[in-house]
Nanobody, 117 residues
Framework: QVQLVESGGGLVQAGGSLRLSCAAS????????NGWYRQAPGKQRELVAG???????NYADSVKGRFTISRDNAKNTVYLTMNSLKPEDTAVYYC???????????WGQGTQVTVSS
């Protein structure tokens, strides 16, 4: 089992920055990849950024060049640094972890990000 707790959301003006954190506990040694997803009202949850066990990363086209996913293995924490925020980035952001060997998924409770114009 893996527990994930997000923090760092809030209200920011367009063009501003935020850094989200996702602290993992439990069987963290089994985590093979992490991701940040978001869900805006009336929309499906979408992948924002992912990071694999070899620190390879991938991003949604809408956030490339503005968001950066990173991981501190010593702290069992994954970060999402968001720059040049836009109103369309407003959503609840969720942290995700997939574990070995079967790819079980775990989710955090979500953190609200609101970008005002």
């Amino acid at each position: 089992q893996v527990q994930l707790v997000e923090s760092g959301g809030g209200l920011v003006q367009a063009g501003g920055s935020l850094r989200l954190s996702c602290a993992a506990s439990g069987s963290t040694f089994n985590i093979r990849s992490n991701g940040w997803y978001r869900q805006a009202p009336g929309k499906q949850r979408e992948l924002v950024a992912g990071i694999g066990s070899s620190d390879s990363t991938n991003y949604a086209d809408s956030v490339k060049g503005r968001f950066t996913i990173s991981r501190d293995n010593a702290k069992n924490t994954v970060y999402l640094t968001m720059n040049s925020l836009k109103p369309e980035d407003t959503a609840v952001y969720y942290c995700n972890a997939r574990t070995r060997p079967y790819g079980s998924e775990y989710w955090g409770q979500g953190t609200q990000v609101t970008v005002s114009s």
